[in-house]
Each structure stands twice: as C-alpha cells, then as structure tokens.
C-alpha cells in the first residue's frame, strides 16, 4: 500500500467528527474544520452535474463534475484559519489577475476590498465585487454555470477612468477520476496524483486541461514526449475518455502559457515577474495562464469573458465553446435567469407581504437545488474543496427531503427519498446490519464513509423523512402507489431500529456521536430511534401492515425517555426540551409544552448557525400547530431568523463573517420561516 493510500485512509478517522445530527450536539463549521482546515466557501453556482464554488473575493475554490458528490476538479486546499486567505498556497485555485503600476495583484486576497452577492433575486449568477483602497478602478466576476449545458462563464468588468491593458486568467485545474468507496480524500489528499496534461488550443484563444479516465505508462510517456516537441493541438485529441477542461475568452488574447503549478518556475511565479516563457503545453501538476485582452463595454467600463466547458473528451467540450460563442455572454446569462426563474416559479415559497423572507425562502432553495445530484436525486451538504462536506448524510437529508415537501416540490422529495432506498444495506455483513444506512454516501448511492463509523441514527431520520413525505401526497392510487413504493425500505429500517436494542436494558444499542468521538449511547439517539420507530408504525398502518414487534419495542423506549427527559417532579431536565415534544412524547394540552418553547427562546440570542437555525425550525414546527402560542417569542424568532437566513443581496460582505453555503442550515431555515408564515396566515 503506497504512502498517499495510506495517510488518506488516516484521514478518513476525522471523517467520524461530521455525524453530527440536529437532534443531536451543535453541528457548526468548528467540527468540519477541525478534520480538514476551514472552507473557504461563501457562494457557489451549479446545474446539478457541474458545480462551482467561490470564496469572498470570487477565487474559485471547487469546482465538482460531473456531479456536485463527485471530483473536485480545482487543486485547492486551505489549512489553517486567518488570512491572507486562509492559508491557502497562492497556487491554488482559480482566479483573475491585474498588473497595476508594474506590479501584478491577483484577486484573490487582501488587500482588496470585497463585497458579494447574487446578481438578482432568484439567480445562480454570483457577482463579487473588489477595489484597493483609495483606488480609482473596480472590478466585478460575474459568475454562472448555465443550466442545461456544462458549462461555466466568468465575466471581469472593469470600471476604470483609464483603459487596462492585460488581465490575467490563472487556472491550476486539477482533473480527476478517482472515487474511492469509503475513503472520500482522492480528489483532495491526492492531488499529487491527480492533473495530466494542459495545452493550448487551436483557436489560440483558449487551453485544454486534461486526464485520461485511467492514464498507464504508455500515456504518460506519450503525453512528455508530445509536450517535448511541442506537437499541434489536434495531435494531443487522440487521448482517452475522461476529465476535458476546455477553457476559452471570448475576446483578444495576448498570449497562452502553460508549466508546473508549484515552484520558483511555475507559470503563477512567471506572471508575477512579467516574463513568461511561452510554452504551450505542460504535463503532470500542471497550470495555465491567458493574458486577455479587455474589450470595451460601456463608457468607463471594459470586459473579459471566460467560457469553461466539462466533458467527457474533447470533442463534447468543443461543442459546448461552440454554443457559448453562438450564444454569447449575455444570451446565456438571461437563458441561465429565465431557468431558475421558471424552477422558483413551481415551489410554494412562504405566503407573505415580507419580499425579503421570501428572497431569503428562495435561496435556501437555491441553495438545495444546486446540491442536488441531476441524475439520482442525492442532496449533498456543500460542496466545497475538502471532504466530506461534499456528501449525502441521511441525517441531515432527511430535512432536505421535508423542506422540499413544505416548498411543494414533493418530486423532488420523492426522488431524494428513492436516493435512500437504494442505498439502504439490504444484505448483512460486518459493520454493516440489515436495514442500516451509511453515515454517508457518494451522490451516486456509494457508501464514502467507513462502515465501522456505524450511524443508527440514519434510518431513523430517513424513516421520518418518509412518513412525512407520504401525509403530504393527497388520498387515491398516487398515495397507494407511494406507500407501496416505499414498504420495502420502511420494513427493512424498521426491523432494523426495533432490533437495535441492549437486551440488558432496552435502550439501543450504541452509535457514533461527534462530540464524543467515540461511540455513545445518548439522548439525542434515544430520540431518534423512537421517533422513527414511530413513523415507520404510522406508515405501516397506512400501508395495510401489522407489525406489532414495533410497537412492543416503542413501548420499551417510551419510559426511557421520560426518565431522561424530566426529574422526579416532571419538570424539563433536557437542554432542548422541545425535542421531546417533536418526538411525539407531549400530549397535547400538556403546559409542558409550551414550558419548552418559552426554553428554546430563551437561548435563542446565544445560538449561531446550525444550531440555530435547529432550534428555529422546532419551534416554527411547534407554532404552526400551535399560533396563539406565537406572541410570547415573536421578536426573538423573527430577529433571529432573520440574523440566520442566507441573504441574496449580501453573500458576503466586508468585515462580516464569512458563512459557508450549506443544504441542511437553508433545509432548516425555510422550514422556520413557512411555519412562521402559516401561523401568521389569516
């Protein structure tokens, strides 16, 4: 076993500290950062295969194809907090450069001035704002993957009193291939055996990264000797099916440089020194750099555009430039607008006069819809450069898949739940019981996290997840044929959770808990276990099942839980008491109840992010049922919701905190602020 295999699959112990759920211990950005340094994500735009992400200062920082689950195709990794840029080598990524009065500035870092956000409500197109203090010139990227097609486009505008001669484009793509079941690092650990080849193209405007899906000796060989002797463009299009990076400006260039992406020599060090040695084509841990030439605008202003195409060989990436060229910069931005404009249009947004909430409802949309597989419905939680953010977890997707039924997209829904039957263990082996769910999977139903990292939790939240999505489809054979589709995987879970139990003292058996880093057996499972032990009776019955076992084994659970739950004088002991209610443990009239939402308000002001956002979504749950209940907490919840919710207009905005994009924290919010609308509705 070689030295990389082995610290990635080292690095895969870490991968334990992201199973944290919502019924469980905070999940913030903390735990993530720890395993693998901060992301350095703050927006990112997609079409469900070709997924890009940017930090503040409009760096690509990810860039995943041919699903946002799979290869990230950039080189980039941070490894520690503070700037310049988080760590990151200079190296990295890919970003747009300027030379000003002789010396080059990238725009990736201090000391630029930022500012970003989504060009328009409702739109994927990320437009991110930089300027040096006391200067007279700014620069925008406006960014988008267009829809239907893999394609990205990166616009510069330019607004300065003087016409700029050169701009930079710097790319060290990084191709890959490589999914490792269990071991989600190949893309990210590995980058030392990742990336192939670069050339330019035939037009002499564009270049061409690349990697054969499985390279041997004899491509390699081929790939140096053909980059020795300087061989035409068409010469290196015989190679293989695999990762096609076919990069082009749609205006005047000055000239195309290829090299090393690391090194005194590299082409980013010959950039920097304005002497670049002009080489066409580079193999191995390569990078490119075009000098484009600006183009005038409008008055004042003056443009660079970069179309980027992903395909599976030449050819296909060639197609696609063809139809960016036909198309131009401002046809495909308004195709890309009218799209998400038309898929906004069929979801149930929050009915209310605040257009704010339901521009903020609408990105948390966005927001999952952009992570979410085309072609088999997986929800990964971002999609950012280090693992293993970049997967489906079923105890987060779970509330992916009920914000999807609150928005009415129960489609949607329906194929995310179809995503988690498939990948639900239907034989038994070691580490991997009948029933269970991976703590996590590849967006094409590959299990990416070690199977001893067991999550009982899972199927739980999945089972959950289910009930839910089956009492929204209306009475008739589209409810039977739901129910119907969906038995098998509901037996198998439940038959899992009922007999996941100490025969000694009837609470389940143990599951790994982030915190502890270690298996637990806790509250939050205790919770889990029977709310989903529940649900799968509740969908039972509607399916004409009997399963009395379940029942028995609900029984057992029950008192469990109130003994955790309340001291001897039956008052709240638990930290989130309303999590005891959502379980379905409060009768209703209970005072108990309304004794948990005033609790989760109280602390309210002290929570950020996920936990937040968590604490939100239950008492939105609890309020919709519940509206005369909503004067007591209205303030706190309207003000926090509105601290927590992702805002289209500020992505990111100077001196504030930088917040990565993530599917579970908008699944949460948008569940928050629906219920928050129904109670509120006349």
């Excluded at 990151?88 to 630029?112: N, S």
Aim: proline share 6%; hydrophobic share 45%; with cysteine.
């Amino acid at each position: 076993m070689s030295a990389s295999i082995r610290v990635a699959i080292g690095m895969c112990a870490a991968l334990a500290s992201l199973t944290a759920g919502v019924a469980g211990a905070a999940v913030g950005p903390d735990l993530f950062e720890e395993a693998f340094g901060p992301a350095d994500c703050t927006a990112f735009t997609g079409n469900g295969r070709l997924t890009v992400s940017v930090n503040q200062f409009g760096r690509i920082t990810a860039c995943r194809w041919p699903s946002p689950g799979y290869c990230d195709q950039v080189a980039y990794r941070t490894r520690e907090r503070g700037l310049p840029a988080l760590g990151v080598e200079p190296a990295d990524g890919v970003m747009w450069g300027v030379r000003i009065d002789g010396k080059m500035h990238w725009l990736a870092g201090p000391p630029w001035q930022v500012g970003q956000s989504y060009r328009d409500g409702g739109s994927v197109a990320i437009e991110s704002t930089a300027a040096l203090s006391g200067g007279s010139t700014t620069f925008t990227q406006i960014l988008f993957v267009h829809p239907e097609r893999d394609l990205l486009v990166a616009r510069l505008v330019i607004e300065s009193e003087a016409e700029p001669s050169e701009v930079y484009w710097y790319a060290n793509f990084s191709p890959c291939m490589r999914m490792i079941p269990e071991v989600p690092v190949a893309d990210w650990a590995l980058d030392g055996r990742n990336d192939f080849a670069v050339f330019a193209d035939e037009t002499g405007r564009g270049v061409c990264h690349f990697r054969p899906e499985a390279p041997g000796l004899y491509e390699w060989a081929y790939a140096r000797e053909l980059a020795r002797v300087k061989a035409k463009p068409t010469a290196w299009a015989g190679f293989d099916e695999g990762v096609w990076i076919a990069a082009r400006s749609a205006g005047p260039v000055a000239g195309i440089h290829c090299g090393r992406d690391f090194g005194e020599k590299s082409v980013l060090a010959q950039a920097e020194a304005g002497w670049m040695a002009g080489a066409t084509s580079a193999v191995g841990q390569c990078a490119s750099v075009t000098i484009a030439r600006p183009r005038p605008l409008r008055d004042g202003a003056y443009e660079v555009t970069q179309f980027i195409a992903f395909g599976r060989t030449k050819a296909a990436g060639d197609e696609i430039l063809a139809y960016a060229a036909e198309r131009g910069y401002d046809a495909l931005l308004a195709e890309t607008q009218a799209y998400w404009g038309a898929w906004l249009d069929k979801c149930r947004l929050p009915d209310t006069w605040n257009t704010d909430l339901r521009a903020r409802s609408g990105r948390c949309l966005l927001t999952i819809a952009l992570a979410m597989d085309a072609d088999t419905g997986g929800i990964i939680r971002s999609p950012v450069a280090q693992p293993p953010r970049a997967l489906d977890w079923p105890r987060h997707g779970a509330w992916v898949s009920y914000a999807l039924d609150t928005a009415g997209r129960h489609d949607l829904a329906a194929r995310h739940a179809d995503f988690y039957a498939g990948a639900l263990r239907t034989k038994a082996g070691t580490g991997r019981p009948l029933g269970s769910l991976p703590a996590a999977c590849y967006t094409d139903g590959t299990e990416a996290i070690p199977h001893l990292v067991m999550d009982a939790e899972a199927p739980a939240w999945m089972l959950w997840s289910l009930a839910e999505h089956a009492a929204r489809i209306d009475e008739g054979e589209q409810r039977t044929a739901c129910l119907e589709g969906l038995w098998p995987a509901v037996d198998l879970a439940g038959t899992f959770l009922a007999g996941w139990a100490d025969a000694r003292t009837g609470a389940p058996l143990y599951s790994f808990d982030a915190e502890a880093l270690r298996d637990v057996r806790d509250d939050p499972l205790l919770l889990a276990t029977y709310r989903g032990i529940r649900s799968a009776l509740e969908l039972a019955q509607s399916s004409g099942h009997e399963r009395p076992e379940w029942r028995v084994r609900l029984d057992e659970l029950e008192p469990l839980i109130r003994f955790r739950a309340f001291d001897s004088d039956g008052a709240w002991k638990c930290r989130h008491p309303l999590e005891v209610w959502f379980a379905g443990l409060i009768p209703e009239g209970d005072p108990r109840a309304s004794q948990a939402l005033d609790a989760e308000a109280g602390q309210l002001d002290a929570l950020h992010g996920i936990e937040a956002a968590r604490s939100l979504c239950l008492m939105g749950l609890y309020i919709a049922q519940h509206p005369e209940e909503l004067p007591r907490v209205d303030v706190v919840f309207r003000r926090t919701l509105r601290r927590v919710m992702p805002d289209d207009r500020r992505a990111f905005a100077a001196g504030a905190p930088a917040r990565v994009p993530d599917t579970l924290h908008a699944a949460l919010c948008l569940v928050a602020a629906s219920a928050l609308c129904d109670a509120t509705a006349p």
